[in-house]
Each structure stands twice: as structure tokens, then as C-alpha cells.
């Protein structure tokens, strides 16, 4: 049914490539049944997404020396409204997109736009029209689906289909873990990774042998820039352990002995303060 539909209508543009493919019809619509006919037998109405795109669409386009040309997939509602690309709100607009004193918004209403394809110097350049008129539809069919980026975001280009890859994954189809350097046993010690992975978010934990206290974090988990988090543990025999611990405790109370001095002395330095002030005013009062 679809590809009679497309005969019927006259399609004629399907070149076969990795990214979107441009399709058009020979029938003459106005905006809103183009954007339908092309959503019904493609994906949607084209959009153009940079200059690159704009002059390759015109390129394969039929030559027309005169109106009516073709509608494309941006338009807006209301007079003060920003020109926008229907499906993914886009509002790219080329520094010389529009043909020579447009958009002039001759009847007031021209909120849709079609692209000329005659041979003069406005070319590939826009003219906003009133919806309602009728113009030859042009159609794009997406090449990206559920499936083209395991871990990630397609994007489709001319002849061209890009993964964006989530944080942690890579790959042309963002189908790899981001992998960490593998991680050596700590001495007296050994360690374990959830599902024997050392790939992105894989967690692994270090244990000691017996006789062995860990010190340190027990875990350490696989970043996305493929970097281990915090240090490595070590593994120390009780007697060194205990001297660790001792020596930490020796460090706070030092360090409390210290800081209590330090107290100690402040208050000492305003309780003099307040002595000399006590013992000059009075001298001050009689002197008055």
C-alpha cells in the first residue's frame, strides 16, 4: 500500500544512505496535508539543520523556473513568533537563508516557508508564503531507531549516522563500557569485581588475608573517564595496625594538647587586657 500510494503521488527522490533520505512528491499540497503526506509515508517533512544540508536538499531537487516550489518543515503560529523547525524545536537559521527582502510577511498570515529551486541567484534561499497555498512537499525518512546506539544518542546527518555515547560508554554505536586499568592484588590481600568486569560503575572490593587488617576504603568503582575512584587499600599485619592506630591517637592528642594551649593563652592574654583597663580608668575619673 505504501509504495502504490508513493506512485501515485509521484515520488521520485530515494537515494539510499547511511543517514536520512530526502523524498518529494509531484503533487502540489498545501502546508498542513504536505507535512501529513510526508508523515503518513515517510517520517516528516525535512528539516534542515545547518547550510551544508540546505544547499545538498536544493542539489536534489527538480529545477522549477517558477512557482509553485517546495515546502519545508519550518514554520510558526503568530507574527512575533521565532521561526521554528517542526519535530525537534530547532531555530537554526542561515545568515543568508532568506531570498532578498524576506520574510516580509506580505499578507499578514505567512507563517510557512517554501525553498526555491529555480536557476537565478535566489536559489536555495527561503520565502515565507501562507500556509494555505499550495506547494510540491519534501520528505525526509529517518535511518536512526531504537536500536542504532546501544548506549546512546543517534544523530543523523547527510549519508551519515553519529552515536552520541551516554558518560561511561564508547564505540560507534556507544556499544562499549568506558574499561579502567586493571587493578594489582594489594600484598597479603586480594580483591573481587562485581560480575568480574573492571569496566564503567563496576564496583571492586579488597580483602586481606588472614592475620591482615585493610586500611583504607574497601571499595573502589570504575568512573566514567575509565579512572579508579580513591586510593587503594593496603593490608598491614595487627601488629602494624595497632601501631597505626597508636601512632593516629598520639597525632590527636598532640594536636589537642595544642590547641588547648593556644586556648589557654588567649584567655590569659584578655583577662591582662581587662586588668590594665580596670586599673587605669579610675585614675582617669579622678583626674577629671
Not at 515565507?128 to 546501544?150: F, H, I, M
Not at 546527518?157 to 556507544?174: A, Q, S, V, W, Y
Request: charged share 15%; aromatic share 10%.
Amino acid at each position: 500500500m505504501k509504495w502504490t500510494l508513493i506512485f501515485l503521488l509521484g515520488s521520485c527522490l530515494a537515494e539510499t544512505a547511511l543517514g536520512w533520505t530526502y523524498h518529494y512528491s509531484n503533487k502540489t499540497m498545501n502546508w498542513t496535508q504536505a507535512r501529513q503526506w510526508c508523515q503518513t509515508t515517510y517520517t516528516d517533512m525535512v528539516v534542515i539543520q545547518n547550510q551544508k544540508e540546505n544547499d545538498y536538499l536544493v542539489s536534489q531537487l527538480p529545477n522549477r523556473t517558477r512557482s509553485p516550489y517546495f515546502w519545508i518543515g519550518i514554520t510558526k503560529n503568530h507574527k512575533n513568533e521565532t521561526w521554528t523547525w517542526i519535530g525537534n524545536n530547532s531555530t537554526w537559521i542561515g545568515e543568508q537563508s532568506w531570498a532578498a527582502n524576506e520574510p516580509n510577511n506580505n499578507h499578514s498570515t505567512e507563517f510557512c516557508v517554501e525553498i526555491y529551486v529555480n536557476g537565478g541567484e535566489n536559489r536555495g534561499k527561503w520565502n515565507d508564503e501562507k500556509c494555505g497555498n499550495q506547494k510540491y512537499p519534501v520528505c525526509y525518512q529517518a535511518q536512526c531507531n531504537a536500536t542504532s546506539c546501544s548506549r546512546g544518542t543517534c544523530q543523523e546527518t547527510i549519508k551519515n549516522i553519529t552515536c552520541l555515547c551516554e558518560p561511561g560508554f564508547e564505540g560507534d554505536r556507544c556499544q562499549t563500557a568506558v574499561e579502567c586499568p586493571p587493578l594489582s592484588e594489594p600484598d597479603n590481600g586480594y580483591h573481587s569485581c562485581s560480575g568480574g568486569s573492571q569496566t564503567f560503575n563496576s564496583t571492586c572490593q579488597f580483602n586481606c588475608n588472614s592475620g591482615f587488617r585493610l586500611i583504607g576504603s574497601p571499595g573502589v568503582t570504575c568512573g566514567v573517564t575509565g579512572v579508579w575512584s580513591g586510593p587503594r587499600p593496603a593490608c598491614a599485619s595487627y601488629k602494624q595496625a595497632l601501631l597505626a592506630v597508636a601512632g593516629c591517637g598520639a597525632v590527636s592528642a598532640l594536636c589537642c594538647i595544642c590547641f588547648c594551649w593556644m586556648k589557654h593563652r588567649k584567655r590569659k592574654k584578655l583577662s591582662q587586657v581587662r586588668q590594665l583597663e580596670e586599673a587605669t580608668n579610675p585614675a582617669s575619673e579622678s583626674q577629671g
